[in-house]
């Protein structure tokens, strides 16, 4: 074989392919797809960050085209396609892919419906003022190590000079081989806090920086649902972040038209295309997997996005904006993967660690920044030097360069006769006359004085790392001020974490639903306490055909049960139902749960506290009753729960809150009450999807109006009382003229008593001792007589009340009055009672509620002065 000819080189193939394969993922891996975790940067980024610097483009100058800015960083530092490097720099442009743009442009950049941006001819580009202040700043005074670029003509950073967590701040994303990179963006302030907080407290954990860094921040808005997503990838470096679209139910005007429901979709999830999205929602409704949807159209513009799903007249909005949450990209997933190099390694990377890698290599580009000062000081110091001492010996000098034969010669003498160095012979050579006049010395001598004082304060920098570290505080500070911006991500706390109810007063407040299903919260403090028989307050405004349903007080962390007439029953938190003024009609009841149009609210009951010791009794139109554990109802599902079993044609009517050894009273329309124990004897605890039993037996012509539950305390001192065989005679009472009565018994010992009120405006308090405890089927007993004059008078109400209650009370028209219960005397059972509130002709108490007192009172002592009274009374 001639010397000529190639040698073939025998070697085993697996070897040859693990190798080179290696080789080829490493360089993949480190030079093109993952992020450095000091900068923040990918290779290409950092190139066209560097080639813009150096050619100028700050935010000062005019726009330069992106195809020099491209062609500049293909020539010198980037041996790749061209539509790689337009691509990098147009997402580092674009507003809605980088929380914090660094690049400034101007033309089609491309949009979030995915349009592609125009050909980099069309399109121009500079700096933004971030970049320059926060990325490139100091890059010229040897703070960071540069190397050779591809073909060993140019110099490029290894790293740029960052002043805050860039990784963080715009994220990164990318596939490498056998490994990748999916970082969320943050907020630029939040970042700061974080790494001022890691300055003062080096020992801090991932859980505690989550106080200042509570999650992503992504450009575009959104929701993040709950905080396991986030605390896993911080404390992990592995998370998935729920992401979800902000959407609002509004009533949309139609010319000519009905009203109509339509869901509004404001924000989208990070990264989601909106064309792709609207595209999907359509599909969709015309395969028939979404069910609802009449209309959809993109309203969006300058001012903002605005997606409009119009609905059908029959939609259940609530149902039709959960599925869309569901099977469209409107929520989505971020895999978050923190995956970076460090020191050229690529690492899974804490919160922590990330901001400790930063701090360390920020710490490091200061202390290089401060040497490369201290280097420049000395050497304009030292020629200064030469010059104060070409200064005190001036006449020698002049004559020694006069004399001269040339300037090298003159150097070598100066250097040999006043022990100067070449640069101070240099300098003293080439100074202006103009130097020598007194004023110029002085001003040497006053430049060599600052430097040592600058040299001194450079070295106390060095040799103290508290000053380094304040230095990068103020830095960092310093951008925060200039650059930051309000958080734009909203981050939804789940229940298992911490309840958003954290971030509310747990005010006291009153819920109202119309008969037609307008539902709305009012602060207690919005009706003042009135005098008995007075008009009171408009409560809403209604349509004409529309009246008050139901009326409660709670409070505003309190969940509120929501039962319907076919026994379903739903839950919302008091605080997500809208509040509204006294004038404001509230919000359909449609908008806030997936309840069929058909389907009518028949009770709501407040909850603070699902415990296992509580139970709600169910009482439906046709008289049946049951008590199933409160404990039940702990969880339900946002599409409601079966909370009773139901023959055909009846309704649940009724739901109230009690113990086992509570008692419970039932009224009547007609006036007749029934009062019995709810202990497993009379009343034992059913299942949900069950029936109940027989409450009251009623006359033809009447039907049952309500039920309230007396306490267990109350109950065990009737019987010391004599109320258990007490029988008052059914005879009426001498009534006023005013509708007073004559007679009024004694008030209850332990100031809670049975309120009977009338839709003729009539109302009375009887002591609970009056109303005997019978067996559950009963007929019951007289609880209340009617004013002669009003011929359709019938009870509205029958609830237990405290002497210290205030009580609400609205009209069907939605006048409300706030008074005082002990304002409405106590009478008996046969009393027809006394005016509570003053009516129009026209109108009638609808229903009536109760604001409970401040603190709940101590049993222990109601019993004991109920002993007391009681030993008066024999």
Known sequence: MSTSESRIIPTDLR??????????????????????????????????????????????????????????????????????????????????????????????????????????????????????????????????????????????????????????????????????????????????????????????????????????????????????????????????????????????????????????????????????????????????????????????????????????????????????????????????????????????????????????????TIRRRTEYEKRKAEERDHLLQGLLIALDNLDAIIALIRHAADTPTAKQELMDRFGLSEPQADAILQMQLRRLTALEAQKIQQEHEELLAKIADLDDILNRRERILEIVEREAKELQERHGTPRRTEIELSESELDETDLIANEKAIILLTEQGYIKRMPVNTFDAQNRATRGKSGTKMKEDDGIEHFLSCCDHDSILLFSDRGVVYCLKAYQIPIGSRAARGVPIVQMLPIPREERITSLVPVSEFSNDEYLVMLTKGGYIKKTALSAFANIRSNGLIAISLNEGDEL????????????????????????????????????????????????????????????????????????????????????????????????????????????????????????????????????????????????????????????????RGIIIRQVVNAIPSQSRSATGVRVQRLDSEDAIAAVALVPISAEGDEAEVAAELEEVAEVAE
């Open 15 to 364: 070897n040859e392919m693990q190798q080179s394969y290696l080789e080829y993922a490493m360089s993949v891996i480190v030079g093109r797809a993952l992020p450095d975790a000091k900068d923040g940067f990918k290779p290409v980024h950092r190139r066209i960050l560097y080639a813009m610097h150096e050619l100028g483009l700050t935010p000062d100058r005019p726009f330069r085209k992106c195809a020099r800015v491209v062609g500049e960083v293909l020539g010198k530092y980037h041996p790749h396609g061209d539509t790689a490097v337009y691509d990098a720099l147009v997402r580092m442009a674009q507003n809605f892919s980088m929380r914090s743009p660094l690049i400034q442009g101007h033309g089609n950049f491309g949009s979030v419906d995915n349009d592609p941006p125009a050909a980099m001819r069309y399109t121009e580009c500079r700096l933004h003022a971030l970049t320059c202040d926060a990325m490139l700043r100091d890059i010229d005074s040897d703070t960071v190590d540069f190397g050779d670029n591809f073909d060993g003509s140019q110099q490029e950073p290894l790293v740029l000079p960052a002043r805050i967590p860039q990784l963080l701040l715009n994220g990164s994303s990318g596939i490498a081989v056998g490994m990748a990179t999916n970082i969320p963006p943050h907020n630029l302030g939040e970042l700061v806090d974080g790494l001022i907080a890691t300055i003062h407290n080096p020992d801090i954990t991932d859980t505690e920086l989550m106080r200042y860094i509570p999650g992503p921040d992504f450009p575009t808005g959104a929701k993040i649902l709950g905080r396991s997503g986030i605390r896993e990838a911080y404390t992990t470096g592995r998370g998935s972040i729920t992401m979800r679209g902000v959407a609002e139910i509004e009533t949309i005007e139609h010319r000519g038209r009905p009203d109509r429901e339509a869901i509004i979709i404001t924000q989208l999830p990070y990264q989601t295309n909106k064309a792709a999205l609207i595209e999907k929602i359509a599909e969709m409704v015309n395969e028939k997997r979404l069910e609802g949807i009449s209309d959809i159209r993109d309203e969006s513009d300058r001012d903002g996005m605005r997606i409009v799903v119009e609905l059908r007249r029959d939609a259940y909005p609530r149902v039709v904006l959960n599925n869309l949450y569901k099977q469209t990209p409107l929520q989505n997933n971020f895999g978050a993967n923190m995956l970076a190099l460090v020191n050229g390694k690529p690492e899974l990377l804490t919160l922590k660690q990330y901001l400790q890698v930063f701090l360390d290599f920020r710490i490091d």
């Open 653 to 812: 009517r009724w739901v109230r809150r009690a113990k086992v050894d509570d008692s419970i009273i039932i009224g009547s329309r007609r006036g007749m009450a029934i009062h019995f124990r709810t202990d497993d004897k009379q009343l034992r605890p059913l299942g949900r999807a069950t029936r109940g039993v027989k409450a009251m037996k009623l006359r033809k012509d009447d039907e049952l109006i309500g039920m309230d539950i007396l306490p267990s305390f109350i109950v065990a001192n009737i019987a010391q009382l004599g109320g258990e065989e007490a029988e008052l005679e059914e005879e009426e009472t001498t009534v006023a003229e005013e509708g007073e009565e004559t007679e009024e018994t004694a008030i209850d010992p332990d100031g809670v008593s049975v309120l009977v009120i009338t839709t003729g405006g009539y109302g009375k308090r009887v002591p609970v001792g009056q109303f005997r405890l019978q067996n559950r089927a009963g007929k019951g007993i007289i609880a209340t007589k009617f004013k002669p004059h009003l011929s359709d008078d019938c009870v509205v109400a029958l609830q237990v009340v405290h002497e210290m209650d205030e009580l609400m009370l609205v009209t069907g």
